[in-house]
Every structure is written in structure tokens, then in C-alpha cells.
């Protein structure tokens, strides 16, 4: 299973991928700087994508965009999915539900890897 990690910051991406890695899981990890990059990379590799992780802020597309998106097709709306953004208030966490209701969970910056580790470990062991 492969892992889509969408953040404009590539040490971010980065930072994530190791977290990940750390955690003692080595699936592939595709990363993209934007929804638009990650569209691309969606539509190449969804049926072995397992595990989606986004940031909200980002340009050309944002991370709610995306969001929308993803949910409105059926094939890949039910890949798990976290929001990982420092937008953290509860009308934004209200708004990323309304947009994706099967939306995984929300992880909000700055976290710590055990905190990412600990949400994201029951996807990955499926």
C-alpha cells in the first residue's frame, strides 16, 4: 500500500515520511506540493494508494479542494484520510467533515510523531 502525502512544504513531507518510517512501516510514500500534483498522482496509483495524509493550505489547490474532490468519487472517497494542517479550530474540523464525511481524521500542527504515529498506525497495519 502506498501513502499520498500532500503539503506545499517538502520538509514537511519529509518530516512525515520519516515519522513514518520511524514507526517501522517502509510502504512507498508519493508526495505532491499541491491537490493539483496529487490529483495526478490519484489518478495514477489509486487503486494502491491506502492511506492519504493533507495539508489544507496550499496553492493551486488547496487541501479542502482536494478534500472535496476525493469524496465525490466513488473509487477513491473511502481511502483513509487525515487532514494535516495547522488549521485547527473546530469550524474548520466542522468544515473538513461537511466536505468529506468519511474523512479519516484531522491531525493538527505542530504534532508530535507519536501523536501522528498513534492515528495513522490502525490504517496501516490493516
Given amino acids: 500500500m502506498k501513502i499520498l502525502v500532500i503539503d506545499d512544504s517538502s520538509l514537511q513531507r ?3 515520511g520519516q515519522i ?3 514507526a517501522g512501516f517502509d510502504n512507498e510514500i508519493l508526495e505532491a506540493g499541491d ?3 496529487a490529483i495526478q498522482l490519484l489518478g495514477i496509483n ?3 494508494i491506502g492511506l ?3 495539508d489544507w493550505n496550499m496553492p493551486n489547490m488547496t487541501g479542502a479542494q482536494f478534500l472535496e474532490g476525493v469524496a465525490k468519487v466513488p473509487q477513491v472517497a473511502k481511502i483513509p484520510f487525515f487532514m494535516v494542517t495547522s ?3 473546530e469550524a474548520r474540523i466542522k468544515e473538513a ?3 468529506h464525511p468519511l474523512l479519516t481524521g484531522y491531525i493538527v500542527k505542530p504534532f508530535t510523531p507519536d501523536q501522528l504515529r498513534e492515528k495513522i498506525e490502525p ?3 490493516k
Avoid: A, D
Fill in 35 to 37: 491537490g493539483q500534483q
Fill in 52 to 54: 492519504i495524509l493533507c
Fill in 123 to 125: 490504517v496501516l497495519k
Fill in 97 to 99: 467533515y461537511e466536505k
Fill in 87 to 89: 488549521e485547527g479550530t
Fill in 14 to 16: 519529509k518530516l512525515i
Fill in 20 to 22: 513514518i518510517r520511524k
Fill in 46 to 48: 489509486f487503486s494502491e
